[in-house]
């Protein structure tokens, strides 16, 4: 409902750790392969919206992977460098699957409701609805962060979330 969004401290790699746990037998069932380096990586935010951003980005990693294919999930903490200003200390969890090659001039257009990655008809149910990283985008700029996509050399996407830690 219309319910204000919490800020508190959540533990990310925690909430990485479980949507991971969420997406395994779909992964499993698709024969891909899940790789994770999560560093503990604490943000602060609405717990409900961030589980959202991270399991919309896992999933979107499965449906459009290829049989055989790989998920790498990489979350560090960008704050431990010396002398970097509390303020700019961010958490950066990237997301980065095998699949169809996609047309870098239309990255950018992944992020808008409805458009499909390989093209913009529907390949069937498991398709999904393209609503995926349209979400993933609100909840970033909710939160202050960055969302980068780029078209992966080979086929796929990656997809780098930095939140304000």
Same mark, same amino acid.
């Given at each position: 409902?219309?319910?204000? !969004?919490?800020?508190?401290?959540?533990?990310?790699?925690?909430?990485?750790?479980?949507? &991971?746990?969420?997406?395994? %037998?779909?992964?499993?069932? $698709?024969?891909?392969?899940?790789?994770?380096?999560?560093? !503990?990586?604490? *943000?602060?935010?609405? %717990? /409900?919206?961030?589980?959202?951003?991270?399991?919309?980005?896992?999933?979107?990693? @499965?449906?459009?992977?290829?049989?055989? =294919?790989?998920?790498?999930?990489?979350?560090?903490?960008?704050?431990?460098?010396? =002398?970097?200003?509390?303020?700019?200390?961010?958490?950066?969890?990237?997301?980065?699957? #095998?699949?169809?090659?996609?047309?870098?001039?239309?990255?950018?257009? &992944?992020?808008? %409701?409805?458009?499909?990655? +390989? #093209?913009? @008809?529907?390949?069937? !149910?498991?398709?999904?609805?393209?609503?995926? &990283? +349209?979400?993933?985008?609100?909840?970033? $700029?909710?939160? =202050? =962060?960055?969302?980068? &996509?780029?078209?992966?050399?080979?086929?796929?996407?990656?997809? /780098? *979330?930095?939140? !304000?830690?």
């Amino acid at each position: 409902g219309g319910r204000e !969004p919490r800020h508190e401290a959540v533990d990310l790699d925690e909430l990485v750790a479980a949507e &991971l746990g969420s997406i395994e %037998p779909a992964a499993r069932e $698709r024969g891909v392969s899940v790789a994770a380096r999560l560093a !503990p990586g604490t *943000v602060h935010g609405d %717990p /409900e919206l961030l589980a959202l951003l991270v399991g919309n980005l896992l999933r979107n990693a @499965v449906q459009h992977n290829h049989p055989g =294919g790989t998920i790498a999930v990489d979350l560090e903490d960008l704050g431990a460098s010396a =002398g970097a200003a509390r303020s700019a200390r961010a958490v950066r969890l990237t997301v980065d699957n #095998s699949g169809a090659a996609i047309d870098p001039a239309r990255v950018d257009t &992944l992020v808008e %409701p409805f458009v499909r990655g +390989a #093209s913009r @008809v529907s390949r069937g !149910p498991a398709d999904g609805s393209g609503l995926g &990283l +349209a979400i993933v985008a609100a909840v970033v $700029r909710a939160h =202050g =962060g960055t969302l980068l &996509l780029a078209a992966r050399e080979g086929g796929g996407l990656r997809a /780098e *979330v930095a939140l !304000p830690a």
